[in-house]
């Protein structure tokens, strides 16, 4: 399976724009990018997905480089309720039910 | 809440007991699945039940038992467990293949 890297913390400021970086350098044309998001003791939830325009959605915007080997997360102004483990994940479109999660990046938001 | 109910939410238990967690889902969801977070890891997934069928177990030893009797309901029958065992076991349904998870709130166990 292709695989991502992601920063293992980030800090923002409160009301302030966050830029979530991921890179998948070995991603397949038909992977999808998922993000999902865990907020302290809560299951993981589904933020955004895309295959290769930008995304957009109430929760983020999902940027996604016009090579696919990189994506980035834009809250466009944190909140201390998004303090939260981000995860970018790659799903083939064939995976079936499959979802695989990597480390994600903590995303610490300062007041 | 999500629509995805496990309980208990907490659960301690001795090494020689037997325990079963919940999960219970009313989305209409048809495919449903354990995952195992333990500290400081990855979520790590156990097992996948599509259209209440087994599909999917990721070498998860014989001391967790799923059961999924339709497919609302998922069960984890658990029984002489391991203190490595501690962790927050997650509960998702999703309706087709592709389709974004939709997570329950899990339930931390901890093995004594």
């Known amino acids: 399976d292709a695989k991502t890297t992601q920063p293992n913390s980030m800090e923002s400021n409160e009301e302030e724009p966050v830029h979530l970086p991921c890179n998948h350098s070995?991603?397949?044309?038909?992977?999808?990018i998922h993000w999902y998001r865990q907020l302290p003791s809560q299951g993981p939830e589904y933020v955004i997905h895309g295959l290769t325009s930008n995304v957009n959605n109430r929760m983020a915007s999902l940027a996604i480089a016009e090579d696919r080997k990189s994506s980035t997360l834009i809250l466009h102004r944190a909140t201390l309720r998004d303090a939260a483990v981000y995860y970018c994940?790659?799903?083939?479109?064939?995976?079936?039910?499959?979802?695989?999660f990597g480390g994600g990046t903590r995303l610490m938001v300062k007041p | 809440e999500t629509g995805v109910t496990q309980t208990p939410r907490h659960l301690v238990m001795g090494m020689t007991n037997k325990k079963s967690l919940k999960c219970e889902q009313h989305l209409g969801h048809n495919a449903m699945y354990w995952y195992k977070q333990s500290a400081k890891k990855p979520l790590e997934l156990m097992f996948v039940y599509n259209f209440k069928e087994q599909t999917e177990n990721n070498s998860v030893p014989s001391r967790f038992s799923p059961e999924c009797p339709n497919s609302s309901h998922l069960f984890l029958h658990l029984h002489t467990l391991q203190p490595e065992d501690s962790a927050l076991y997650l509960c998702?349904?999703?309706?087709?293949?592709?389709?974004?998870?939709?997570f329950g709130s899990g339930t931390r166990l901890t093995v004594v």
């Open positions: 070995t991603i397949s044309g038909t992977d999808y």
């Open positions: 994940i790659l799903r083939p479109y064939n995976a079936g039910n499959m979802l695989t």
């Open positions: 998702a349904s999703s309706q087709g293949a592709g389709a974004r998870y939709t």
